[in-house]
């Protein structure tokens, strides 16, 4: 049985993804008319929407997405876009809807867990700073060897007998 790559996007969810998708809105009044071998051709909704998922599951950089996608700029834009539009918002709604349908979701029982603080065996695994030298400011040298003290023109020193 082949193994299938979690940023593949199924026919099925496709279907469910489909109907989510923003149609662009075209500006009131102005003609868009392609003239045949101009510009670039539209990108497939699916297309762009695999290439997100993509990116989105492997966590690469929108400029490594990889040539069969197409332009990296160009989905990145989409989803842009999309985003602005509510299209992910929406799939994940419609994405919890299914599975409270499927497995219910205990929505009066909510948990969340985790931890900020430094690791306690941390300076043992990775030794001691290495910006620092392991050395205190009271044990640091002055710089050019001696301490650093105000010169007063014109002083006058105590006389001892």
């Known amino acids: 049985m082949a193994q299938v790559k979690s940023w593949t996007v199924s026919d099925e969810l496709w279907v469910k ?17 392609r003239r045949p071998g101009a510009g ?28 069969e996608y ?20 929406r799939l994940w709604q419609a994405g919890l809807a299914e599975y409270d349908g499927m497995q219910g979701i205990a929505w009066e029982w909510q948990s969340i867990d985790g931890a900020m603080g430094k690791a306690p065996l941390a300076r043992e695994c990775v030794g001691p700073n290495p910006t620092d030298r392991g050395k205190k400011r009271a044990q640091a040298k002055f710089a050019g060897g ?4 105000p010169s007063v023109a014109g002083r006058q020193r105590s006389q001892r007998a």
Do not use: N
């Open 40 to 67: 670039r051709k539209p990108m497939p909704a699916r297309r762009i929407f695999a290439a997100i998922v993509y990116v989105l599951r492997t966590g690469c950089q929108w400029k490594a997405l990889p040539k």
């Open 146 to 149: 001696r301490p650093w003290r």
């Open 70 to 89: 197409g332009s990296a700029s160009a989905v990145h834009q989409h989803f842009q876009d999309w985003q602005k539009a509510g299209f992910f918002l």
């Open 17 to 33: 993804a489909e109907p989510l998708v923003p149609i662009k809105q075209r500006q009131p009044g102005r003609q868009y008319q």
